[in-house]
């Protein structure tokens, strides 16, 4: 089974700190994404990468930045939080070519910003 | 650009009852997918629909694809109260890594 881990399920942090996201799959996953999940939203893309070093903006990628230095871990960073970037953030993987394209997703990392 | 809308938003009903939600999208996808959410957990795969007419059932769950009508659908049959939860659609748009998510729907199913 694909396993998607994320470092924190709760994170609270002030307005201006520094944040990381830690996503880790364990299944060689060429491909991985950071969405943020917000009520009556959905799923927005922030950023994807298709490969180690490599990114793509999402659709809000505004106030984040992302890293992939090896292929499991991809990280998602707050400059600087702002209080609205309190959300839901979820990341997950694909192989291309496999499952359909199917996405695999961590269990999410709930963080407040105060 | 791909939309996903999905309806209803809410949705309450009564154990043994059926129902059905939709999802249409604005362009070709040529794959769309079929989530389940608990509260504060992630999403579970329960669909992927590849081809027109493709029909997939799971449980109490049907789900179909109509590339025609540009629309997708969850039917539950005789629901029960576990499978209460919110339910996400996404369609890929094609040839992309970008996958475009419905804003979900609330289901409550009251004993």
């Known amino acids: 089974d694909v396993k998607v881990t994320q470092s924190s399920r709760y994170l609270v942090k002030r307005t201006g700190e520094k944040v990381f996201l830690e996503c880790v799959q364990d299944?060689?996953?060429?491909?991985m994404f950071w969405y943020r999940q917000d009520p009556g939203l959905g799923l927005r893309l922030i950023y994807f990468?298709?490969?180690?070093?490599?990114?793509e903006k999402g659709d809000i990628p505004e106030g984040y930045s992302v890293s992939r230095e090896k292929k499991e871990r991809f990280s998602l960073i707050l400059e600087s939080a702002s209080t609205n970037q309190t959300s839901m953030y979820l990341c997950?993987?694909?192989?291309?070519?496999?499952?359909?394209?199917?996405?695999?997703f961590g269990p999410g990392t709930r963080l407040t910003v105060t | 650009e791909l939309k996903v809308e999905q309806n209803p938003l809410f949705l309450s009903m009564q154990e043994g009852k059926n129902y059905t939600i939709y999802c249409n999208y604005s362009t070709t996808s040529d794959r769309l997918y079929w989530y389940r959410q608990d509260p504060g957990k992630s999403l579970e795969s329960l669909f992927v629909?590849?081809?027109?007419?493709a029909v997939k059932q799971e449980g109490r769950l049907m789900a179909s694809l109509d590339t025609k009508a540009r629309l997708s659908t969850l039917h539950i049959t005789a629901a029960v109260h576990d499978l209460s939860a919110t339910y996400f659609c996404a369609g890929r748009i094609s040839g992309t890594y970008k996958y475009i998510f419905g804003t979900g729907t609330r289901l409550k199913v009251l004993a």
């Open positions: 299944m060689d996953h060429e491909n």
């Open positions: 629909l590849l081809s027109n007419g």
């Open positions: 990468s298709y490969d180690v070093k490599m990114k």
């Open positions: 997950a993987s694909i192989q291309p070519g496999q499952d359909y394209y199917e996405q695999y």
